[in-house]
């Protein structure tokens, strides 16, 4: 089993329509949570991260995690063509050497 | 924000030489560092965490010999791969954690190494 899962994708929405991007983790003690987006070809740059449960906000972006469930998901409102990357979800222990792992990724295209 | 530069961008060396990356922290102190490997259209893979004026600790699977990694200072960690084979061709990754802000890692530009 697959530390960190995400549906590949594509996923594909219209401008303007929200993005809803979903993540499960298997590691009970993880207890920090990221979101990075990935261009093709280049390195990921953070999002958003996001360490207790329910919403965080920013900007366009909304994070949410449920612990119990073991899920933490990124909502993208008024979805842009610019917004069209591959979504990576990390988690972290807070705990050794805290290094992030990855899931595989959900690619997203945003239809003008 | 806090920046990690990594270098070279690109590279092509021949099967059976070395090359060495560098990433950089360049306004920050990073006593860790993570090298990554993604391949195409897969995600990111831990090879090992760079730990300053220490050995390096590798993922399973990494060949510690092959993937040499040095954390001389608090701003530089290298990775050398050695012998290498077009197998090895990857981007590579490195990230640094930010002790002074709420340990966020930050990652480099990454590293395209083509070996022919």
């Known amino acids: 089993q697959k530390e960190v899962e995400q549906n590949s994708g594509p996923l594909s929405v219209p401008e303007g329509a929200i993005a809803s991007l979903n993540c499960t983790y298997s590691?009970?003690?993880?207890?920090?949570f990221f979101w990075y987006r990935q261009y093709s070809g280049k390195s990921p740059e953070l999002i958003m991260s996001?360490?207790?449960?329910g919403d965080k906000e920013d900007g366009r972006f909304t994070a949410q995690l449920n612990k119990a469930s073991q899920y933490v998901s990124l909502l993208i409102r008024d979805s842009q063509p610019s917004d069209s990357a591959t979504y990576l979800c990390?988690?972290?222990?807070?705990?050794?050497?805290?290094?992030?792992?990855f899931g595989s990724g959900t690619r997203l295209q945003v239809q003008p | 924000g806090a920046v990690v530069s990594q270098h070279p961008s690109r590279v092509i060396c021949k099967s059976g030489t070395s090359v060495k990356i560098e990433c950089r922290s360049l306004?920050?102190?990073?006593?860790?560092m993570f090298w990554y490997r993604q391949f195409p259209k897969k995600s990111l893979m831990l090879m090992a965490t760079?730990?300053?004026?220490?050995?390096?600790?590798?993922e399973q699977g990494v060949e510690k010999d092959k993937f040499l990694i040095n954390h001389a200072s608090l701003t530089l960690s290298t990775l050398t791969v050695t012998s290498a084979h077009p197998e090895d061709s990857s981007f590579y990754i490195c990230?640094?954690?930010?002790?002074?802000?709420?340990?966020?890692?930050?990652f480099g530009e990454g590293s395209w190494l083509t070996v022919v």
């Open positions: 996001i360490y207790s449960n």
């Open positions: 990390a988690v972290s222990q807070n705990t050794g050497r805290r290094a992030l792992t």
């Open positions: 760079s730990n300053e004026g220490s050995k390096a600790t590798y």
């Open positions: 990230s640094a954690r930010h002790g002074q802000s709420g340990n966020t890692i930050y």
């Open positions: 590691d009970r003690v993880s207890q920090s």
């Open positions: 306004d920050f102190q990073a006593t860790t």
